[in-house]
């Protein structure tokens, strides 16, 4: 007698055998259902917003087999669902993700998809999205100000062919270029909006990190000076590639303290996130000006 697999089993059966074995949730879930549920839904292909009544939809023997071989992947090689799947999702946008670049989750969607409400005197019309990645922050910016050109950069040629992906699926080659550049050296624009989540992690600090984590690309994690090189490189040059009145949004993670405590008469502005997050700070293309000897 067959018996008859729903969606539901499948979710529940992945859940369980998630509890049972050391993951880590950290790409884009923080549990084992959710984990479940975003393997089985895209591997399936279906859409998240589905009401409750999908629980009852039927897998067929191909489908099953299918996520159990996923399933068997996420715990044995403890690879992030994004990378299994092929896709995460920033700001309520899916991206297409690989192990070329960075699996989407920074506290930045939140200022987006708040038009940065109180950080932007008007709204900007160019905008530069450093350190891309998959290019998510970018094409992000670009859904949220239709009237602005961004300019997605990396020194990572192929997380930019991968940024060229996303630009495509999303529609937005008229507005959105992929410039290939170490940090602002083939730059030759200025902005009003610089957003930036560089790579701001120590070598000794990776070393300690989850097995997920060995996945995702070193390029786009370690940073030297005990993962202050890169975003201190950023402060010092950002007030060029700024207009009058422009805006730098940096990332630094869980160094934020260390940043501070190195340059103290900096005014950083340390955002705080209604959904988590934190060591994401703002200062103005003044501020930066004026701060040009510190940082030098």
């Not at 038009?115 to 350190?131: A, N």
């Not at 957003?195 to 390029?219: A, C, F, G, I, W």
Request: aromatic share 8%; charged share 25%.
């Amino acid at each position: 007698m067959t018996t008859t697999l729903l969606l539901r089993d499948c979710i529940e059966d992945a859940s369980e055998r998630f509890e049972r074995v050391d993951l880590f949730y950290g790409h884009g879930t923080d549990n084992s259902w959710d984990e479940a549920v975003y393997l089985v839904f895209s591997a399936l292909g279906l859409s998240f917003l589905e009401d409750d009544s999908v629980m009852s939809r039927v897998v067929t023997v191909e489908e099953a087999v299918r996520i159990s071989s996923l399933v068997d992947r996420r715990i044995n090689e403890h690879i992030p669902v994004a990378y299994l799947v092929g896709e995460a999702w920033f700001g309520g946008l899916p991206f297409r993700v690989d192990s070329r670049v960075l699996i989407p989750r920074s506290p930045i969607a939140e200022l987006i998809a708040d038009r940065f409400v109180g950080l932007l005197s008007d709204e900007p019309l160019k905008i530069l999205d450093l350190c891309t990645g998959s290019g998510c922050i970018g094409i992000a910016c670009a859904v949220a100000f239709p009237a602005a050109q961004i300019d997605l950069a990396d020194i990572s040629v192929d997380a930019l062919a991968l940024a060229r992906e996303n630009v495509r699926r999303h529609e937005a080659q008229g507005r959105v270029s992929v410039i290939q550049s170490d940090l602002f050296d083939q730059l030759q624009t200025s902005y009003d909006l610089i957003v930036t989540n560089p790579p701001y992690v120590s070598r000794e600090e990776v070393d300690e990190l989850p097995l997920e984590y060995r996945h995702e690309p070193e390029l786009g994690l370690v940073s030297d000076d005990g993962g202050l090189d890169i975003p201190v490189k950023i402060l010092r040059k950002a007030a060029t590639f700024l207009n009058e009145g422009g805006v730098l949004i940096l990332e630094v993670g869980y160094s934020w303290n260390a940043l501070a405590n190195r340059f103290p008469d900096v005014p950083f502005l340390w955002l705080e996130f209604a959904n988590g997050g934190e060591g994401v700070c703002m200062l103005t293309r003044q501020q930066l000006l004026d701060s040009t000897q510190l940082f030098n």
